[in-house]
């Protein structure tokens, strides 16, 4: 996925993921293209997903909301999580221009505590 979002983006894409920033480090918002691959190596660096499933997409307009099933470790714990996350993407003359992430912050929270 991030390859193909990076390549889709705009340049002043803004994306945004639930969440504390100071108990996820990868919550917050980012902007620009050139953000998003550390917002994806910070995510990585935290979380090992073995398991990320689109189930389904809802289209309308110039957004996508894309519905996740998702599973993996918290790499400083190997403690497990398991969310349903869903992205709202917004379009923009065909390109990324704001994502939205919503998950179960507590699950994460939970597999990353030590």
Do not use: C, N
Request: charged content about 30%; proline content about 5%.
């Amino acid at each position: 996925m991030r390859e193909l979002v990076l390549e889709h983006a705009t340049d002043d894409i803004e994306w945004w993921a639930a969440g504390p920033p100071e108990l996820l480090p990868w919550a917050g918002t980012v902007r620009g293209r050139d953000a998003l691959p550390r917002w994806f190596e910070t995510l990585g660096a935290a979380m090992r997903y073995d398991h990320f499933e689109p189930r389904g997409y809802i289209a309308q307009g110039d957004e996508v909301v894309m519905i996740v099933d998702a599973e993996g470790v918290a790499r400083a714990t190997g403690r497990p999580f398991h969310s349903e996350v869903v992205r709202i993407f917004t379009l923009r003359e065909g390109r990324v221009a704001r994502v939205r992430s919503y998950y179960d912050t507590h699950a994460y929270v939970t597999a990353l505590r030590k």
